[in-house]
């Protein structure tokens, strides 16, 4: 049997490869990669910013069922909801989801805070502003393409959002009931492989009496409500 030798050039690689790699010891287990964490931003407005004890409580939900690679991520900083939890955020108070659209608000959002996933709840101060469900969604394209924009592979839960029962606005309720009508088609329509877009059903089950505490803001009942819609939607995303 002939012996081949190394040539000095194969001996150097070897020597380099080993530098750069290492010698793996017999019976060693294989390094642990760790993703990054998904970067999740609630979008919205004061239902979801003011102070949106809903996502402390979607924030505690995930952590204790496992889900810790979550990172919930804005511009606007957290407040008191009564424990520690994750806060930063995108509701803007009394915002319109066709101003944000006409103000071109949300790149800047999006550069800053880099969100995989986006969960928002927009429109109620459209329907209060007499804004058209074909004018909301219209601003929802708008959002939906900028998101594309700053990152290809985004995954967007949209809500239908929840009921309204406003003394002052007598046409709100079913300018919500149309809205809510119309998003699932909208969503779908919107919807591909790499950028998917679900929506979470924030309307069914939802009573203005029981789980607000002025026929549009969610009480505490209402955000374990929110919590628990928008776990169900997130969590398979993760």
């Known amino acids: 049997m002939s012996t081949r030798t190394r040539s000095p050039l194969t001996a150097v690689l070897a020597l380099v490869l080993t530098v750069l790699v290492g010698s793996p010891a017999a019976g060693a287990a294989p390094p642990v990669l760790h ?6 931003m609630a979008l919205g407005d004061s239902i979801t910013g003011s102070p949106g004890c809903w996502r ?3 924030w505690r939900d995930l952590q204790e069922s496992g889900h810790q690679d979550v990172d919930f991520v804005g511009t606007r900083a957290p407040q008191g909801c ?5 806060g930063e955020h995108e509701g803007h108070g009394g915002a319109l989801v066709t101003e944000v659209a006409r103000q071109n608000a949300l790149p800047g959002w999006l550069a800053a805070t880099g969100p995989d996933v986006v969960l928002m709840h927009f429109g109620t101060n459209d329907v209060w502003s007499s804004r058209s469900t074909e004018e ?4 929802y394209d708008v959002l939906l393409g900028q998101m594309r924009t700053a990152n290809p592979e985004i995954r967007l839960v949209v809500a239908q959002i929840l009921p309204m029962d ?7 309720a079913q300018r919500v009931v149309d809205l809510n009508a119309s998003v699932p088609a909208w969503a779908a329509d919107r919807s591909t492989a790499d950028s998917p877009v679900l929506v979470a059903d924030h309307w069914t089950g939802f009573d203005t009496d029981l789980h607000t505490y002025d026929g ?3 009480n505490a009942d209402g955000d374990r409500r929110m919590a628990d819609t ?4 997130l969590t398979p995303l993760l």
């Open 35 to 40: 993703a990054e964490p998904t970067r999740v």
């Open 56 to 58: 402390a409580l979607l």
């Open 82 to 86: 009564g424990f520690p939890y994750d």
């Open 136 to 139: 909301i969604l219209g601003a």
């Open 166 to 172: 406003a003394p002052n606005c007598p046409e709100c």
């Open 216 to 218: 549009v803001h969610p």
């Open 230 to 233: 928008w776990y169900a939607a």
